[in-house]
Each structure stands twice: as C-alpha cells, then as structure tokens.
C-alpha cells in the first residue's frame, strides 16, 4: 500500500521504466495502456513525478562517467520520453472525453427548444479544439446511449442524423474533388450548365439520403433553395445529417484548395468561391423554412447559425476579401433575400473582429444592390468595431467603402474626406492594397466633384486621373485583381464623365477582365454597362448592345439597381432603331453571350428589356 499518490505515480513511472529496459514493452500503445491508470483528476500529480523522473534520469545522463552506467540512464531517459508523449495523448483523450460529456450534458439538460442551437455549438468547427470525425462518432453514440425516456425523441434524431451525416459523408469522401477533372471547359467553380458542371450532381449519385439526393440535384440544377426547403418537410434528423455533411464538404473543399502550392491565387479565389457558395446556401435555406409556417422555427435559427459560423471561419482566413461582396462568385435572385436575413441577427450578435469584417463584405454588397443608407450603416459598424479590435486593415478598408458609398450619394466633399483619412492610414501601416483602393476613390471623386461645380481647369482633373493612375499600379504591382478591376473601372468612369470615351474603352475592357479574373459579378456588370455608353459614345451601336445586354443582365441577376442604368440606354437605342434591328445584333453577338450566361440568359434579354419598358409606364 502506498503511503501517497505521489508513492503510487512514482512507482508505476519506474516500473513501465524498468518494464521496457527489460524488452518487454514493444509498442507505445503499451505504455498507454498502462497510463490510463492515472485517475482523471490526478493528473498534475502524476506531471510533477514523472518530471521530477525525467530531471534526475537527464542529470544521470550527463554526469555519469561510468559506461555502463551512462547507457543505462540513456535508456532509461528515452523510455520516460515515450511515457511523456504518451501521457500527452492520455491527456488530450481525457480533455476529449471531459469535453464530450459537457457537451452532451449541455444538449441533453437544456429546453427543447434550445437543443439544436446547443448541438451546433458543439460541432462548431470555428471551437480550439473542434471535434474530430472520431469524437462526432462518439457523441452521436452517447447522444443514444442518453435518449433512454422514450418521449424525448430530439436526442434520439440528433444521434441518428450525426451518424447517418458521417456514413454518407464516408461515402462522398473519394468524391470531394473528382469533379473538377470532369470539367473539360469553363471555369472552375460551383457555376455551370444547370445539371451538367460543378459538384452537386456528382455528389447527388454518391448519397443514399432522400434528403441529401434531393438538395444536391437541386443545387445541380440551379433551382430556388429556399423553394425547395419550404416544400419539403425535413425531419431534425434529415436536417442534422445535412448540415454534418455541408460542414464537411465545405471544410474539405477549403483545405484543398488551400494547399494548391502551384497557384495560390486561384486556390484562394476557389476558398473564396467555397466560402460564399455554402453561407448563402445556408441562409437560402433559412429563408425557405422560415416561410413555412409547418416548420420548426429552431431549423430557420440553425440554418442562420450555420451561415454565421461559415462567415465567422472565413473571416479568419488571410485572404477575406475586404474589398468584394457575397457575390463574388453566386449568382441569382437569393442575394437580396440572403442579405435580409442576415442584417437583423447581425445587429445582436458581438462586437468581435470576425463580425466587424462580415459587415464589410455584407456593406460592400448592399451598396451594389443600391440600398446606401443600410450598406453605409454596416460599414459605419464595422468601423467602428474594427478600431476598438485594433483592425487596422478592416478599418482603413471600410474608410473606403464608406467613400465609394458617398460618391453614390452625389456627396463628393464627404467622399473625399473619408478617402483621404484611408489614404493616410495606408500609408502610416503599411496596408499597399488599402492605400491603392484609397487612391482610385480619391481621384473618382475628385472627377465628380469638379464635374459638379463645373470647373473647367484642366489641372484639377489631371490631377484626379493621376490618384486613379497611381492606384492602379499599385494594384497591378500587388497583383490584386479585385482592386484592379475597381481602378480599371474608376478611370473608365472619369474619363467618360470628361466625354473621352476613346480613352475609357481600354480601360473599361482592362477592368472587365481583371473582374472575370475574381468573380465580381457587379464589378463585371458595372464595366459592362459603362463600355455599353462608351461605345455609344463612339456611335460604335452594335457593341454598345452587346455589351450593354451582358451588363444589364449580370446586375439584374444580383439584384442590382444599377441594371436600370443599361437597361435605359438599350431602350434609347430600341426607339432609334426599332426591336428587330436590336435583335439582329442580339443574335449577331449570341456565342459570345451564351458563353458568359448561357442560353437561358441570352433568351431573358429581351424580356428583362421590356420588363424596364414597363416600368417606365
């Protein structure tokens, strides 16, 4: 009997030292199978002797002169290191179990109606340290093991939807990627011919979940989100499986993508487009099962609680894109819905850095959408957030969309003001890609305020072009192509404003390509419709439709205002020329239409024009 714990843990150190001086130990799972002889709780106690072993067996070591002696103390120093990275892995195990069954008293003790938010708490993998697909399998299993009152049924579909979430993403695994290589044409991406390109229809034949089968072919096929959650009537285990399966495919998506060592750039706009494509998702989701009023509220709440734990992860990564919206690479009439959503919890939610910088991508789309006063209210937020976490990027960043946001506003003095303050911040820190946007915003709205008080002097706007100029080497110094295409199309802007349209075309066509280049959709449709009035301007009508359509269409897609802006200029042209003969250049142009939206964008063309016609009556 040992007079101490100190006695005991002494004891079992020197004999699993002498055990393996002896040969009789042949593997590290030996030695940790005898640690898990320590009793949760005693574990400090245990730490201090077997340190206190590993100090005296170091100094033996390195005073002993004796051979013999010496290379005994080595060996008896290597086997106390494997019992300290064992004991490390007893430990993590331990804080594993401790963690698991905190978890589940959580989910288990808390109102029913708070279960599911408590669950996806738990299987957040933003938590230090998230679950592993092991620990996922041992909660459902415990979750089970809990559920023994036969009336509480939501344990009960929490265990089965978290099991039956890992045996279909066990399936989908071998499939995460293969689709890409099926895409022999195009861009790679989520976007596609509905049903033909992009994962979800690979993934639909992978699954034997109804529910899951369904999503996916829904996905493929570029169908309304929020239709098909309103109409189907998803269990809690069907949706756990769900959500279990999107985390993992978004995850393992990312870490793909991140380690694309041969092209960082394109990895990261990937992460970017993986990112977005499963927030908006998911707040597609909540949207259609908020507006069912057979479903369970707690499903609307998890689905936004997804869509926050996604931004919040992709807030954290190095290339968040403080410059470019929710669009950047999702189409469809769901942004505005999505956005909606999301402003409300938002407002309740803590004043964290992460949110800070999800304001500013939300800020940064609203603005597109043509709702200022919101987009601003964001970004004034985010400002002031990202101060007090001392984000000095986030803020110098929402300085300037607070700028762009003013120059919508007709209010150029304030525009200049707040590009000015993120001029100097740039430069004081450093930030090379906060001071290039700063820069294309101070020389944009100088343009127009000297456009507005009708100042004639030519050095006042040579002046502006020159911030424009600046910035825009800047940016191709830096290689960012979002910014570029902002410059690029700031600087076609101006010079249209200074009627130069010759001057603006290259520009214009630059800003098209670097915004193809990183998926902003408003940044494509606003040079578009912009190269539409220069041509115009050239008297150049063909191209000024063609271009004029692409732009109309890519802006009405996101839900854009500033679609109306083409579509005004199309009609001018339809009552100089008549329908038919815009047609006939629609269908001179329509290859090159249908390889930027297809056959069914090109066929909503004239529709989407009459659409504008009739709103003028």
Known sequence: MF??????????????????????????????QLLLQVTPGEGE???????????????????????????KAIRSFRALQTIQSEWERVQKQNQAS????????????????????????????????????????????????????????????????LTSGLASWQRLQDYLISWMYDQSQGPLGFEGVPGQRGPWAVWATQVNSPSLQALFQTLALNQPIAHWASQRQLTLSEWVEIAVVMQLLKQGLVSWFDKQAYDPKAGAKLSISTFLTFAVIWSELANGFRSTTSSDNSLTDGCFQITLQIL???????????????????????????????????????????????????????RALGQLEVAKAFQEQALEIARAAGDRTCEIANLNHLSRACVAQKDYETA??????????????????????ALANLGYSEVFQAQQLEQNEPEVYETAINYLQQGLQLCERLGDNQSKALCCSSLGIAYLVLAQPESAIPYLEFGLQ?????????LQGVNLASLAEAYYGQQNIEKAIYTGS????????????????????LTILLGQMGSEAILNVLKQYRHQIIKVIGVDGYDYIPELLEEYRRSLS
């Open 550 to 569: 692409l732009g109309m269409y890519l802006l009405q897609q996101i839900a854009s205002s500033q679609w109306r802006q083409a579509a005004g200029l």
């Open 514 to 522: 670097a915004a193809q280049f990183s998926g902003d959709l408003y």
């Open 416 to 437: 200049i003001s707040y590009s000015q303050r993120a001029l100097i911040l740039a430069r004081q820190s450093g930030d090379r890609l906060g001071e290039a946007n």
């Open 45 to 71: 106690i245990f730490e201090r002797c077997l340190t206190e072993r590993i100090e005296t067996t170091q100094q033996q070591k390195d005073t002993q002169t004796d051979e013999l002696k010496q290379a």
């Open 312 to 366: 919040r992860s992709f807030a954290q990564q190095k290339y968040f894109p403080l410059y470019g919206g929710i669009f950047a690479s999702f189409s469809g009439d769901s942004l505005r819905s999505a956005l909606n959503y999301l402003d409300e919890p938002l407002r309740t939610a803590e004043g964290t850095q992460e949110k800070a910088r999800i304001l500013t991508l939300l800020g940064y789309s609203l």
């Open 3 to 32: 007079d101490s714990l100190r006695d005991r843990y002494l004891a079992l150190i020197d004999d699993i030292v002498q055990t393996t001086l002896k040969g009789q130990i042949r593997s590290k799972e030996q030695v940790y």
């Open 98 to 161: 401790s963690a698991l069954s905190t978890a589940l008293q959580t989910i288990a003790t808390v109102e029913s109606r708070d279960r599911l938010k408590a669950l996806l708490r738990v299987i957040d993998p933003n938590r230090t340290p998230a679950l592993t697909l092991d620990q996922l399998g041992q909660l459902a299993k415990n979750l089970q093991q809990s559920s023994s009152d036969p009336n509480d049924k939501d344990l009960q579909q929490f265990a089965t939807g």
